[in-house]
RNA sequence: GCGUGGAUAGUUCAACGGCUAGAAUUCUGGCCUUCCAAGCCAGCGAUCCGGGUUCGAAUCCCGGUCCGCGCACCA
């Protein structure tokens, strides 16, 4: 078994994630958090907003509806550009992109042509299948969109929205009235959004249900220049791919100040550093940004480098996020499409739609990077969580199940799960015990046995070395918190840094 | 969507058209057991769905669903 058979067969079984309905076989791209998943998912959230909210007092989370107005994404841009214009062979029923069969014909951008247009284009052309030569089909247009028709009629359609960033922008007039009309602030979200993949592939990686973490900074635009920690960050060095370049290669902030990355942008740049390589402590070889070429950047981004993650499951680095500098691309869209006026006044008079830096992340992806990253391979396999992360911290038994040793440990079980992320396991043998916590990650084990009841001391066992102490019952608590806190064991059997 | 391979227990696999679909592991109960998947006994548990061919189908055929891979798609 490789390590995907093996992450496969473990999160299954054990409960992390499955195929959504698959009682039914219902379809591909949409799947369940199972018990364990969904903790891991909900600490990572957490680890997320504690590390990005925490950013600045005025940086707060919002939660909207996932159905969403037509006008929102005519406004957008979403119902023409995640719409595609496909032509199917007549006789191979191979797909294509409409526009991009005009373009390769013609040497012309068929980018902002309608329908109609492509349509004829094809005509005029006689453009033909590239496969078989055969006549082509009418242009029919895949949107990516989730139509959804709401109450009984059904002329209101409304959209399942394909990315969570739209609801910070359109949250952002009341909310700029709500924060004393005073930039920068910030506007943060967790949810779901949906995209009618054509075939989402790679199991977890591609889905149509997904979840993202988002945070939208609006600011005024002469802020882009400014850090007020700019002495503390100047000489960090960050991790890049850049466009051209083949090795991935260090980058002091002051470097990177020099090739017209502004201040604002690179303080958040080694904030999500730090959130993968210190927070999340995935190892630092593990993690890079790589820099958009200007062909694979979205239009309306000014900067964009996506964060990649070293995935082997998923064969190598992928994106699992990106930050995007925006400009006023959207609330200047919105304030089109809504007439209202999204402007801000600055205390000379001059006006200026706000900028947006975009923080957005994957969550599925990056729970799945979380098992494949700490997944450790050997005779004993085992995942290796960062304190914190594991579905449970700490896990319970009794060393057999005979002479009080079961209630001794549900009662201690009993005094842990109050603090901690606690299990209780009675079955099978203590070494059978070990290796099943061992298997979903958890950090640590607590058995009790004959001593316990007799002198009051309990063994606590370390996941990745397997070690034991021996501590006092009335101090396993404080101990404990010490240990999650960071603390280890030394080989004298003392806690130390 | 096209092409291609596949779908058997919680998991990983086996079974020429023919005995009661077999194993490993997991899991459950019991015995034993003072620390790393020990041992012994017992037990639960499966042919994706719908048709067809056949005396007889997990196996062959048709349709559907889902999964893997390649192409395409992934503003």
Not at 85 to 106: F, G, I, M, W
Not at 237 to 246: F, N
Not at 285 to 311: C, G, P, T
Not at 357 to 379: C, P, Q
Request: proline share 4%; net charge positive.
């Amino acid at each position: 078994m490789d390590k995907l058979d093996k992450i496969n067969s473990i999160t299954l079984s054990r409960g992390f994630f499955y195929p959504s309905a698959e009682i039914y076989k219902a379809s591909s791209g949409f799947w369940t958090y199972g018990h364990l998943g969904t903790r891991i998912k909900h600490k990572w959230e957490n680890i997320w907003r504690k590390s990005f909210l925490g950013l600045s007092p005025r940086y707060f989370e919002i939660d909207d509806c996932v159905i969403m107005p037509k006008k929102v994404f005519e406004s957008s841009g979403h119902l023409e550009h995640f719409n595609d214009p496909l032509t199917e062979c007549r006789k191979c029923h191979q797909r294509y992109r409409a526009d991009q069969l005009v373009e390769n014909a013609t040497n012309k951008n068929a980018e902002d042509m309608t329908i109609e247009e492509l349509d004829k284009a094809i005509e005029k052309n006689k453009i033909k299948c590239p496969k078989c030569k055969d006549d082509l089909s009418k242009i029919k247009i895949f949107n990516m969109m989730f139509p959804i028709n709401v109450g009984a009629t059904e002329t209101n359609v409304m959209y399942l929205r394909p990315e969570s960033a739209q609801s910070p922008y359109l949250a952002y007039k009341r909310e700029f009235e709500a924060m004393r009309r005073k930039l920068p602030f910030g506007l943060a979200t967790i949810g779901k959004v949906f995209r009618n993949e054509i075939s989402p592939r790679q199991g977890f990686f591609r889905l149509r249900e997904i979840v993202q973490a988002e945070l939208q900074i609006f600011f005024d635009p002469k802020e882009i220049t400014k850090c007020d920690n700019w002495d503390k960050i100047k000489s960090e060095k960050i991790r890049i791919l850049k466009v051209g370049e083949k090795k991935i290669k260090d980058y002091t902030c002051a470097e990177l100040l020099k090739q017209k990355i502004p201040k604002f942008y690179l303080y958040h740049m080694v904030r999500v550093q730090k959130f993968y390589v210190e927070d999340l402590q995935i190892p630092k070889q593990k993690f890079r940004f790589r820099e958009l070429s200007e062909k694979e950047r979205a239009f309306y981004n000014k900067i964009h480098f996506d964060m990649e993650l070293d995935v082997d499951t998923l064969g190598g680095w992928k994106e699992f996020g990106g930050l995007h500098y925006r400009g006023d691309y959207d609330l200047t869209c919105h304030q089109k499409g809504s007439k209202q006026k999204m402007e801000s006044v600055r205390i000379d008079g001059s006006r200026f739609i706000p900028h947006i830096l975009e923080l957005s992340f994957g969550v599925d992806r990056n729970v799945w990077a979380l098992v494949d990253i700490f997944f450790k391979e050997g005779e004993r396999d085992y995942i290796a969580f960062p304190l914190g992360i594991a579905p449970f911290d700490v896990a319970v038994f009794p060393l057999v199940n005979k002479k009080g040793l079961p209630e001794k440990a549900m009662e201690i079980f009993d005094s842990l799960r109050k603090e901690f992320n606690a299990f209780y396991d009675e079955s099978g043998s203590v070494g059978r015990r070990y290796r099943r916590q061992d298997e979903v990650g958890t950090n640590f084990g607590v058995t009790i046995d004959f001593d316990t009841l007799e002198k009051g001391v309990v063994t606590i066992r370390d996941r990745d070395s397997m070690k034991q102490i021996r501590v006092d019952e009335g101090e396993l608590v404080e101990v404990l918190r010490n240990l999650l806190g960071g603390l280890k064991f030394s080989k004298a059997g003392e806690l130390v840094k």
